[in-house]
């Protein structure tokens, strides 16, 4: 990508944070985020906005460590943010992760909150396996953020010629 200037589209990648694990007789879904997984929502929350990474629109999993992750962002970049809670990020396959971050519609900065493996799979399908490997040479890690830039406007058929413009993770505070 050779372009100057705001990208034609820009999508951010978002694990959530680190999550306990499920209590007795409470399912999977309904993990609540850790006392980490709070501050590393936060952080990346912070940080994000820190380097001017705001998006337009948050499409965020219903489960609810990704509403908790996906809550800071809110306070950070405006009350007004809009977030879209969908099921289909749950259990959803890569495809449907860019059906829905590609859909036809007028924001141009869209910010995707799920779940692993997908998200992983999605940023290798994004940017390759090379790109992502040096990104997050561990594994896609929890509150990992993605920002991928495109120069032309993709779509959920052709989502070609992503270019990675960042990749944070949150740093403890010390």
């Known amino acids: 990508m050779a372009s100057f200037g705001a990208p034609a589209f820009r999508l951010y990648l978002l694990r959530h ?3 306990a694990w499920a209590e007795p007789g409470k399912t999977d879904f309904d993990r609540t985020l850790d006392d980490d997984g709070f501050a590393e929502a936060e ?26 992750t996906t ?8 009350e007004e943010l809009s977030i879209e809670y969908v099921d289909p990020l749950y259990s959803g396959t890569t495809d449907i992760y860019a059906e829905l971050a590609f859909a036809a519609r007028q924001e141009t900065s869209i910010m995707i ?20 490997e040096t990104a997050a040479p561990f594994g896609y890690p929890t509150a990992g953020l993605a920002i991928l830039d495109f120069d032309k406007r993709p779509t959920e058929d052709d989502y070609t010629g992503a270019c990675l413009a960042g990749f944070m993770m949150p740093r403890p505070a010390h």
Request: net charge neutral; with cysteine; proline share 5%.
């Open 17 to 19: 944070a680190r999550a």
């Open 43 to 68: 952080i990346i929350a912070e940080e994000a906005a820190d380097q001017g990474y705001k998006p337009d629109l948050v499409i965020s999993s219903t489960a609810v460590r990704c509403r908790q």
């Open 71 to 78: 809550e800071p962002f809110r306070r950070t970049v405006s």
């Open 113 to 132: 909150v799920g779940h692993n493996p997908m998200i992983e799979e999605f940023f290798h399908r994004l940017v390759g396996k090379e790109i992502a």
